[in-house]
């Protein structure tokens, strides 16, 4: 994402324009642009125009609209962000109060303006704008008659495609339908990275497995690519990387990105980071339970407390649509940052943050232990599931 | 041009059955008239000459004489006329006015469950002796039709269809709901006929539409699906003390222990020694084996048939053979004892009724295997908690240490105490030693000294022999895992699988997994022999038509459409966490186990932890699990799953929680939503 101007005032009021370059910026701008905001932008309408004599002729016109925006659609696979409004700005072709959507596109410039900016909106700028976090890796995540090609981006994992192929078991005297049957799964996911794996873009391949099935697809792919000729393969045979992996379903990316030959590849990444945070807040809800507590009710007490010191929240708490309690989350996270505390914002699109949005969304590493907020959830169970339900629907 | 087809080799029933879906479709096209089918001679409907034919339907016309060219017949077709007569003729018996009363309340209420299969003289004689108690009337009526049933079975084994179709029209004044009912059970008969090869046998019977009777008797017992009659009302135990009492029991047996305990050698060279395997295959392999260096691999290599787990030296899919004991048949499952092919293992497991745990002897071996995180201990729990109470330990390799009695003792004394914490009984687990590959032990007495000197217990296949057949549950409703799916030889595809409850026919239809697809049975196979019916505990293939290969996903359930498995994604049950890394939290992602399948899932609350022992809720919704404790907790999968709960079923009740390879949970299914 480029930044073009940021003009915010005193009372936060402003706006702010960018210009989206990667598919994974519109991520981005989805978790920046809140209902009720103004978005600007470049779009094509289709005007219809009635001459004189009555007859009417309907064009396509390309134009710059403001809309206030009401609904947001995001499409996770394709990276395409849909705003839906009400026009808000006097145009030669569109009436005030007309209705649009705009769908933002690649490299055009979008002004964003907000009545109040919060640091997260503007933390996610900063981040956004950053150019050295894009380092993308694809990882296959393989068992015997089910794969994962996976890319996995700064702040998104996406699935690009699940193979699912029924492989006969071996049986007396008749193995070679169980050959067969994997030969045929190997060559769906080899057709599959191909088809999904950009080698401009992507640093490393990672591919995962049990057992030995990562070897035997390294070779098979190798050997077909000789065969096929597939030139792109061939290049890249330095970037393919075989991991552990304990079985062939999404989560098991945690392993991967645990694993210490990855880890020592990709350093500081995004993804790496969460899945590192998380695992350190399970160690210490294992060891220490008294240190380590989720849900919004326990974490706010120990904010209260001053006590936290790793918050992990993820962003869809960000995304909801009301506001206070958004203006909440953002209050809780300057409130931890002010007492020296260090705030972890998960990508609700990696698997950790997936994780963490089913544990509420929100979790803590305290200083101290507070075994008083432990005891205190007997008295008021409801309000804890009350918080915990709120936080799943968003 | 109808009169002129080719109509001998053509398979009526399909044909009409299909007919209502043809677009523009002239009923002369495909369907031989009623009257025409009568006279037609049809090789696949079991009539096994023309003679025979021409004599039956000699009935057609003589049937008012009662000639004795046919006794079977004859007899069957007296209990028709009887029946009849009984509905038609039957004059209530005169009563007073209270017992009147109870009487035609009576017959209304077994009218209402029997339909008018049982004739009203038959309801009115037996509610009189049972003092219009409905509930014995019903037994005793339904006990005897199926009685009736069986004993007109067997003779009728070779019977013509047309036969039925003579008397209906013969029939004085027939009524229309009974001879729906008539003839479809005689249609039913001719599925009976068939052979599993040629399953769609015609049953096209004079001129009534039989295909639709026999529909409409199906929709009348159960409003979902449609089942014909004699699915829906057999009596699967009486079919099974029938088909199986004379049978050796059957059981299953699967050998597990840490990698390189040396399983699938000891069970390659307990099927060399018992026979199962042929002198010549065994010098292959032993040739093969000594060519690449691996000679102690021989005996693996019977079970070991993949290139790649030939090359690796370690089994990676449950391997199966089946070796005969005196009275027992024992379906060997060789599971893999690595780490990462425990999924493997607990499909193989979920088959067993009892299980052989291989103990490797030697120095630092045995121990690797019992530490924490060594296959040993991880496999024994699995079983112990997916229902396998009978365990054979083998300690292996005992040449390696020299037959000495103290090793042995040493870790049968440690693997006794972890057993029983495991939750195995201590008289439903032995111990034997053995060595796998000189063979010590397995199928004859103790010939080494060494081990001669203090050991007299018996040998392995004693220990096999001497397991408990557990009791299979044949009368419950059908349920049955796919384990596999392949090509059959022929047309359509296999599955195959055991079954865990109930009784399967040719014929039947049955419900696929959780989309509940109806398929049908074409034909049952088990071991490679073709059956007409299996039953619970059996591990056979099933050849099914009518459903797409692409709907049936290894772990799904097969069932019966009149008790359909219940289909869900979120349900509560009750676990207990083993060793874990990390605490079980909300959220936390699992891979779900139950039976073959595995599919991800979410721990998505915890309801409460409750006390190991007694049961008692501890603490309302704790925020999380940690290790050894016990739990109820809400479970939820992406995809809808087909389960049953615990206390109904079982074997379909259980699952298995797993994380990064490693077993953390053992759960029951309580509650399903």
């Not at chain 1, 990562?214 to 393969?233: I, N, P, S």
């Not at chain 1, 392993?255 to 590849?265: G, R, S, T, W």
């Not at chain 2, 049936?552 to 069932?559: A, D, K, N, Q």
């Not at chain 2, 615990?646 to 990064?660: C, D, I, N, P, T």
């Given at each position: 994402m480029k930044l073009l101007g940021k003009y915010v005032d005193k009372g936060m009021q402003g706006n702010v324009s960018l210009v989206p370059e990667e598919p994974e910026d519109m991520w981005h701008a989805y978790n920046l642009i809140a209902e009720g905001d103004s978005v600007r932008s470049t779009t094509i309408r289709k005007v219809q125009n009635e001459t004189a004599t009555g007859s009417s002729t309907s064009s396509r016109v390309r134009t710059t609209l403001t809309i206030a925006v009401e609904s947001i659609d995001f499409d996770t696979q394709a990276c395409v962000l849909r705003l839906k409004g009400r026009n808000i700005e006097e145009n030669q072709y569109v009436k005030m109060g007309a209705y649009h959507t705009l769908d933002l596109e690649l490299n055009r410039k979008f002004e964003l303006r907000k009545p109040e900016w919060d640091t997260i909106a503007l933390e996610r700028i900063d981040m956004a704008c950053d150019p050295t976090q894009s380092a993308d890796v694809a990882a296959v995540v393989m068992q015997e008659g089910l794969a994962h090609v996976c890319l996995i981006t700064a702040s998104m994992t996406l699935v690009r495609s699940k193979i699912e192929v029924s492989i006969p078991r071996k049986r007396k005297g008749n193995v070679q339908q169980h050959e067969k049957g994997l030969a045929k799964f190997y060559e769906q996911v080899?057709?599959?990275?191909?088809?999904?794996?950009?080698?401009?873009?992507?640093?490393?391949?990672?591919?995962?497995?049990?057992?030995?099935?990562?070897?035997?697809?390294?070779?098979?792919?190798?050997?077909?690519?000789?065969?096929?000729?597939?030139?792109?393969?061939?290049?890249?045979?330095?970037?393919?990387?075989?991991?552990?992996?304990?079985?062939?379903?999404?989560?098991?990316?945690?392993?991967?990105?645990?694993?210490?030959?990855?880890?020592?590849?990709?350093?500081?990444?995004?993804?790496?980071?969460?899945?590192?945070?998380?695992?350190?807040?399970?160690?210490?809800?294992?060891?220490e339970p008294a240190k380590a507590f989720y849900g919004k009710k326990h974490v706010l007490r120990a904010a209260e407390a001053q006590s936290i010191e790793t918050l992990l929240i993820s962003d869809n708490l960000f995304r909801c649509q009301d506001v206070n309690l958004r203006k909440e989350y953002v209050n809780l996270v300057e409130s931890v940052r002010d007492a020296g505390g260090e705030v972890k914002i998960f990508s609700s699109m990696h698997i950790s943050g997936e994780q963490l949005s089913q544990l509420t969304g929100i979790a803590a590493i305290l200083r101290f232990p507070m075994p008083e907020l432990e005891d205190s959830d007997d008295d008021d169970d409801e309000d804890g599931a009350a918080g915990g339900d709120n936080s799943d629907s968003d | 041009m109808s009169r002129h087809r080719i109509v001998r080799g053509m398979d009526y029933n399909d044909e009409y059955d299909g007919y209502d879906d043809v677009y523009g479709h002239s009923v002369d096209d495909d369907c031989v008239s009623p009257t025409d089918q009568q006279w037609l001679f049809d090789r696949t409907r079991g009539q096994h000459s023309m003679s025979a034919f021409i004599k039956k339907n000699k009935n057609i016309e003589e049937e008012a004489e009662d000639g004795d060219d046919n006794d079977d017949e004859d007899e069957e077709d007296e209990v028709y006329q009887k029946a009849r007569r009984d509905s038609e003729n039957f004059q209530m018996p005169e009563l007073d006015d209270t017992a009147q009363a109870k009487l035609s309340s009576?017959?209304?209420?077994?009218?209402?469950?029997?339909?008018?299969?049982?004739?009203?003289?038959?309801?009115?004689?037996?509610?009189?002796?049972?003092?219009?108690?409905?509930?014995?009337?019903?037994?005793?009526?339904?006990?005897?039709?199926?009685?009736?049933?069986?004993?007109?079975?067997?003779?009728?084994?070779?019977?013509?269809?047309?036969?039925?179709?003579?008397?209906?029209?013969?029939?004085?004044?027939?009524?229309?709901?009974?001879?729906?009912?008539?003839?479809?059970?005689?249609?039913?008969?001719?599925?009976?006929?068939?052979?599993p090869k040629a399953p769609a046998s015609p049953n096209v019977s004079g001129r009534n539409t039989p295909v639709d009777g026999g529909d409409e008797a199906g929709r009348s017992t159960n409003a979902i699906f449609k089942v014909s009659k004699d699915q829906a009302q057999r009596n699967t135990q009486e079919l099974y003390e029938q088909e199986r009492s004379s049978h050796k029991s059957h059981i299953h047996m699967i050998v597990i222990g840490h990698v390189d305990a040396g399983k699938s050698t000891l069970m390659g060279h307990l099927l060399y020694d018992t026979g199962n395997v042929s002198q010549r295959v065994m010098h292959k392999h032993e040739q093969e084996s000594k060519k690449l260096g691996k000679q102690s691999f021989m005996y693996a290599w019977v079970l070991d048939e993949t290139g790649e787990e030939r090359a690796r030296g370690i089994t990676m899919d449950v391997g199966q053979s089946r070796i005969e004991t005196k009275t027992k048949i024992v379906t060997l499952l060789d599971a893999p004892g690595h780490k990462d092919f425990i999924p493997n293992m607990i499909s193989g497991a979920t088959q067993a009724d009892v299980a052989l745990l291989v103990v490797d002897a030697t120095r630092g071996e045995f121990e690797s295997g019992f530490e924490l995180g060594g296959q040993t201990r991880e496999h024994a729990i699995l079983v112990r908690s997916l229902g396998v109470n009978q365990l054979g330990v083998v300690i292996n390799k005992l040449d390696t240490v020299g037959w000495s009695k103290e090793r042995f003792q040493e870790i049968v004394h440690k693997m006794k105490s972890f057993l029983k914490q495991a939750g195995f009984k201590e008289s439903d687990v032995c111990f034997t030693p053995c060595s796998g590959l000189t063979g010590e032990n397995l199928t004859k007495s103790a010939q080494e000294p060494g081990l001669k000197a203090w050991y007299e217990g018996p040998h392995l296949l004693d220990v096999i022999e001497h397991f408990k057949v557990p009791e299979r549950a044949v009368d419950r409703p059908f349920r049955m895992s796919v384990t596999d799916i392949y090509k059959g030889t022929g047309s359509g595809f296999c599955i195959s699988g055991r079954i865990e409850t109930g009784a399967l026919c040719v014929n039947d239809k049955v419900l696929v997994g959780a989309s509940r697809e109806q398929a049908q049975v074409k034909s049952l196979s088990m071991d490679e022999l073709t059956?007409?019916?299996?039953?619970?505990?059996?591990?056979?293939?099933?050849?099914?038509?009518?459903?797409?290969?692409?709907?049936?996903?290894?772990?799904?359930?097969?069932?019966?459409?009149?008790?359909?498995?219940?289909?869900?994604?979120?349900?509560?049950?009750?676990?207990?966490?083993?060793?874990?890394?990390?605490?079980?939290?909300?959220?936390?992602?699992?891979?779900?186990?139950?039976?073959?399948?595995?599919?991800?899932?979410?721990?998505?609350?915890?309801?409460?932890?409750?006390?190991?022992?007694?049961?008692?809720?501890?603490?309302?919704?704790?925020?999380?699990?940690?290790?050894?404790?016990?739990?109820?907790?809400?479970?939820?999968?992406?995809?809808?799953?087909?389960?049953?709960?615990?206390?109904?079923?079982?074997?379909?009740?259980?699952?298995?929680?797993?994380?990064?390879?490693?077993?953390?949970?053992?759960?029951?299914?309580?509650?399903?939503?």
């Open positions: 080899m057709q599959s990275i191909l088809r999904h794996v950009n080698f401009e873009i992507v640093k490393c391949v990672l591919i995962a497995s049990p057992g030995f099935v990562r070897d035997q697809f390294y070779d098979y792919m190798f050997q077909q690519a000789v065969k096929m000729d597939y030139k792109v393969l061939l290049d890249n045979k330095s970037r393919f990387m075989l991991v552990h992996a304990s079985s062939g379903f999404k989560h098991s990316l945690r392993e991967v990105l645990q694993d210490p030959a990855v880890v020592a590849k990709m350093s500081d990444t995004k993804a790496l980071g969460e899945v590192k945070a998380l695992e350190v807040f399970y160690m210490m809800l294992q060891c | 009576c017959v209304d209420e077994v009218r209402s469950v029997v339909g008018d299969a049982v004739s009203e003289r038959c309801i009115v004689e037996t509610s009189m002796r049972f003092d219009y108690n409905i509930q014995k009337v019903l037994d005793e009526i339904l006990n005897e039709e199926t009685s009736k049933k069986d004993k007109n079975r067997r003779p009728q084994k070779l019977k013509l269809n047309a036969t039925p179709a003579a008397k209906t029209i013969t029939t004085p004044k027939p009524t229309p709901t009974k001879i729906t009912l008539s003839t479809a059970k005689d249609a039913r008969r001719g599925f009976d006929i068939a052979s059956q007409t019916s299996v039953f619970a505990g059996d591990q056979i293939s099933v050849t099914l038509g009518g459903v797409d290969v692409n709907n049936i996903t290894v772990g799904c359930i097969i069932c019966d459409p009149q008790m359909p498995i219940p289909v869900t994604t979120r349900f509560q049950c009750r676990i207990i966490v083993f060793n874990v890394k990390v605490p079980i939290t909300m959220g936390y992602p699992v891979l779900l186990h139950h039976q073959s399948l595995i599919e991800p899932a979410v721990v998505c609350k915890l309801t409460a932890s409750i006390h190991k022992s007694t049961g008692e809720v501890v603490k309302k919704k704790p925020r999380c699990l940690g290790q050894n404790s016990c739990a109820l907790v809400e479970l939820e999968t992406s995809r809808p799953i087909c389960i049953e709960r615990y206390s109904e079923f079982k074997e379909l009740g259980r699952v298995m929680l797993r994380v990064a390879g490693v077993t953390i949970a053992a759960g029951m299914v309580t509650k399903i939503r």
